[in-house]
């Protein structure tokens, strides 16, 4: 056997011959952490939505333990979201990705749970949801960055705490200075 012959062995049979097949496919909803990514993307909007059920806030003026826990949610999803990946890069974008698919829904469910429209000020579903958005990808924002250093750990809790404390922490501390508590 010669050097080419080996070669040609450890290329698959399907390129030589000029069809590539695609490989398969990455959404492989068996695997546990596509179910972590998953509910990591939707903790807050979930959160929001049984709230806003159960017993939406009354005034826009000041924020509720809820407001911060719907941030932290947020926050806490895309740092659960982004520690299933491997690699900086990789981490980072998933846990902004995460955090941005999240906020959107928290704040749709702001607007659909509004009920009447008011005019010259926000209903306190919109500005609640709003201001938990806000907070939340602020918080996914320096979660991104801590996910981006740690990516490379070999141990996912390593690559899940320390994200999810930092941006834990940012979104409830953004949520007062956006909201304060009266």
């Given at each position: 056997?010669?050097?080419?012959?080996?070669?040609?062995?450890?290329?698959?049979?399907?390129?030589?011959?000029?069809?590539?097949?695609?490989?398969?496919d990455?959404?492989?909803?068996?695997r546990?952490?596509?179910?972590?990514?998953?509910?990591?993307?939707?903790?807050a909007?979930?959160?929001?939505?049984?709230w806003?059920?159960?017993?939406?806030?009354?005034?826009?003026?000041s924020?509720?333990?809820?407001?911060?826990?719907?941030?932290?949610?947020?926050?806490?999803?895309?740092?659960?979201?982004?520690a299933t990946?491997?690699g900086?890069?990789?981490?980072?974008t998933?846990t902004?990705?995460?955090?941005?698919?999240?906020?959107?829904?928290?704040?749709?469910?702001g607007?659909?749970?509004?009920?009447?429209?008011?005019?010259?000020?926000?209903?306190?579903?919109?500005?609640?949801?709003?201001?938990?958005?806000?907070?939340?990808?602020?918080?996914?924002?320096?979660a991104?960055?801590v996910?981006?250093?740690?990516?490379?750990?070999?141990?996912?809790?390593?690559?899940?705490?320390?994200?999810?404390?930092?941006?834990?922490?940012?979104?409830?501390?953004?949520?007062?200075?956006?909201?304060p508590?009266t």
């Amino acid at each position: 056997m010669s050097e080419t012959d080996d070669a040609d062995d450890l290329v698959p049979a399907s390129v030589r011959l000029g069809n590539v097949v695609p490989p398969e496919d990455p959404e492989d909803w068996t695997r546990p952490l596509t179910w972590v990514a998953a509910l990591g993307m939707l903790a807050a909007p979930l959160l929001t939505l049984a709230w806003y059920i159960a017993a939406p806030p009354l005034d826009a003026r000041s924020a509720t333990p809820l407001t911060a826990g719907v941030a932290g949610a947020l926050a806490a999803g895309a740092a659960a979201t982004g520690a299933t990946q491997i690699g900086g890069v990789r981490a980072g974008t998933a846990t902004l990705g995460a955090a941005l698919f999240g906020a959107l829904a928290v704040i749709l469910l702001g607007v659909v749970m509004a009920g009447e429209r008011q005019v010259g000020s926000a209903s306190p579903t919109l500005a609640h949801a709003f201001v938990a958005a806000v907070a939340g990808v602020a918080g996914a924002g320096l979660a991104a960055i801590v996910a981006a250093v740690v990516a490379r750990l070999r141990s996912r809790w390593l690559r899940l705490l320390p994200p999810l404390l930092a941006g834990v922490a940012v979104a409830v501390g953004v949520v007062g200075v956006l909201l304060p508590a009266t």
